[in-house]
């Protein structure tokens, strides 16, 4: 496919497809989709097989957590470094390379003999989504260029996006029940070998800025990676030792400096890795916190209804799992609501109407009870705070994306995904913290029904959720009021 090439504010020409046909816009489209879908699936997708896990490799408690942790920090780390590389050395450049190193993560993953062989699977497999993730966002960003095309592009890759958490346990339950826990990893061995395929025919070879690696910002990079995962790595070490342990407030404190320090290179440099202009730029900067708020509630809410389901209704994976259905076609749906409405509302009031529903949604599960059932205590508020997530989720994507230059595209999407991993981790880690607090008070307090002090406690995580959703709709407000504007 040939390509054409237009200067960027700074220079630079990265270049893009020069009028894909249909054909073409339809299949990078599905192949930026089905790669989100994996990556953002590898995220929940062994929760329900961990048991199983557990007992095949002799897993230790702490062994089995950081199955989960592993790819969350090697995913949220490089995010950023990520999205930058697909502007320097070209987006199917990164796409590939992204791909192939998921693909084979997860067949050596499925393989694994011992734990050790398992976290390290994992951890590779997140650095081959950092690369991947904001590679299909700038995909679609540099392919889709008029305004109601990108919309409904940007519709699809939202709600494949948020599907994908949910789908996760309903995936992961099936496989491990039917298959084995092996399964859940090696599921995607023939995805990626299709992707590989099909972008090899259809994603266009794209150059990246002029210079190529020799523009990475490399203490940049170097810093700002490190913050990240030292940042991540303490939020998740407070799930289980607390925010008073060391090995929480250290990480933390270290990631203050590194970031503190990336700042300050940042202002330096001559090709700096996030330009600080980018950061200054009212909109991208407001969605982004949006982004993070969205990430905090919904992680934890597949997270803590998981624990619902299996600890207090006594599910079964596979039924737990199933539960999680009419959420992930909800979401499907506020996406596509909102892809019809975008071009005449603008991304504001989806916005802040999909995270007023949300909060009323959170709101409504946090009166979940231990005699409660699927029917009478969740399937209604999962549906209305799933429905209004859809709807938030592609205009505040959007609103992130639409102001980066073409140069900036990798960046932006890097941002985007790096506040929504952020977030999850957070709100993750905190939320179960106060679950975990509330359920030990009730039973130092009120006598040993241990059902009813973890359904209190979960109901309590599912009331902050529904405040920082509160959020979210506060920060639509700063929001333009129409597309195109650009703050």
């Known amino acids: 496919m040939q390509t054409a090439t237009s200067p960027g ?10 009028a894909a046909g249909p054909r073409s816009t339809a299949a990078i489209l599905a192949i930026a989709c089905v790669a989100q879908f994996m990556v953002i699936l590898d995220v929940s997708i062994v929760n329900v097989a961990l048991p199983a896990m557990r007992t095949e490799l002799h897993l230790s408690g702490a062994g089995q957590q950081w199955i989960v942790n592993a790819y969350t920090l090697g995913f949220a780390g490089l995010l950023l470094l990520g999205g930058r590389l697909a502007d320097l050395v070209g987006t199917k450049r990164a796409f590939l390379t992204g791909v192939t190193a998921f693909t084979l993560a997860s067949l050596a993953g499925g ?12 951890a590779v497999q997140g650095v081959g989504g950092a690369l991947l993730a904001p590679a299909t966002l700038t995909l679609i960003m540099t392919t889709f260029t008029e305004p109601a095309a990108r919309t409904r592009a940007m519709g699809a890759w939202s709600a494949v996006m948020a599907a994908g958490g949910a789908t996760g346990a309903v995936v992961g339950g099936l496989l491990t029940q039917y298959a084995g826990w092996r399964w859940v990893l090696f599921v995607n061995v023939p995805i990626g070998a299709a992707l590989l395929a099909a972008a090899l025919v259809w994603v266009p070879a794209a150059t990246g800025a002029q210079g190529g690696l020799r523009r990475l910002d490399l203490p940049g990079a170097l810093t700002v990676t490190a913050g990240l995962t030292a940042l991540v790595y303490g939020i998740i070490s407070a799930e289980t030792h607390g925010w008073d342990a060391p ?6 404190l270290a990631a203050v400096a590194l970031l503190a320090g990336f700042v300050a290179l940042e202002a330096r440099v001559a090709h700096p890795l996030v330009p600080l202009r980018v950061l200054r730029r009212r909109t991208l ?13 919904m992680f934890s809410m597949w997270f ?12 079964s994976a596979m039924k737990a799992g199933l539960c999680f259905l009419p959420g992930s076609l909800s979401i499907i749906v506020g996406a596509r609501i909102a892809t019809r409405l975008m071009p005449r509302t603008g991304s504001r009031p989806l916005l802040i109407t999909g995270a007023l529903l949300s909060t009323a949604g959170f ?9 409660g059932s699927f029917a009478t205590d969740v399937a209604a508020p999962l549906v209305l705070a799933t429905l209004g997530t ?6 505040t994507t959007v609103a992130a994306t639409s102001s980066a230059a073409r140069d900036e595209a990798g960046l932006a999407s890097g941002l985007v995904n790096t506040s929504r991993q952020i977030g999850g981790a957070l709100g993750l880690a905190v939320l179960a913290t106060v679950a975990s607090h509330v359920t030990a008070d009730r039973l130092a307090t009120g006598g040993h029904d241990l059902p009813a002090a973890l359904a209190a406690g979960y109901g309590r995580g599912f009331l902050i959720a529904s405040a920082v959703m509160v959020c979210a709709a506060l920060g639509g407000l700063a929001l333009p009021s129409r597309n195109g504007a650009k703050r």
């Open 390 to 395: 859809g709807l938030a989720t592609m205009p």
């Open 247 to 252: 090995v929480v407030w250290g990480p933390l």
């Open 363 to 371: 709101a409504w599960l946090s009166r979940i009870s231990a005699d």
């Open 304 to 315: 803590l209804l998981s624990l619902y389901f299996q600890q207090v209704l006594h599910y």
């Open 285 to 297: 900067a407001t969605a982004n916190v949006v982004v993070l708020a969205i990430g905090a509630a």
């Open 9 to 18: 504010p700074t220079g630079t020409a990265p270049a893009r497809p020069a």
């Open 111 to 122: 393989l694994a003999t011992d734990g050790a062989w398992l976290v390290a699977a994992r």
